[in-house]
C-alpha cells in the first residue's frame, strides 16, 4: 500500500470517528449547511487533529512522563480531552464549523474518537498490517 493511500485511510478513518463523536456527544457539533460541507469540515478537522496528535502530543508525553507513571496513565485522559479542545479551537480559528463546547465535551469527544478509530483500524487494514 502507497504511503498516500495510508495517509488517505488514516484520516478517512478520524473524520468518520469525529462524525461519530457530533452525533453522541452533545456538546461536539459540524454546523456546516449541507452534507459536502459537513464531510469537507470533518476532513478538515481531521488533518488538523492528526497534525496536533502527530506534534504535540510526543512532546507532552515525554515532558509529562512523571504524571504518566504517578497516575498510572490517567492523566492521559486529561491530555487527549485538552487536545481535543485545542483542536476544536484551531478549527474555529480557521473558520472550519466545528464546535466543542467546554472540558467535558472534549473528554467525550476524545474517547469516542479514540474507541471508533481503534475500532476501524481492526477493521481497516494499514499498511503495517500482515494481513
Known sequence: ???????????????????????????IGVSAAGTGAQVGTLIGVALIFGLVNAVLKPLIKVVGCPL?????????????????LLVGLIADGVNLPF???????????????AVVGFVLHVAIPDRYDQR
Open 1 to 27: 500500500m502507497s504511503d498516500a493511500l495510508a495517509l488517505t485511510i488514516r484520516v478517512a478513518v478520524i473524520a468518520v470517528s469525529l462524525w461519530v463523536a457530533t452525533l453522541i456527544v452533545p456538546g
Open 68 to 84: 504518566y507513571i504517578l497516575t498510572l496513565g490517567l492523566v492521559g485522559l486529561v491530555v487527549n480531552a485538552l487536545l481535543f
Open 99 to 113: 464546535a466543542v463546547d467546554g472540558f467535558w465535551a472534549a473528554f467525550l469527544g476524545a474517547i469516542v474518537v
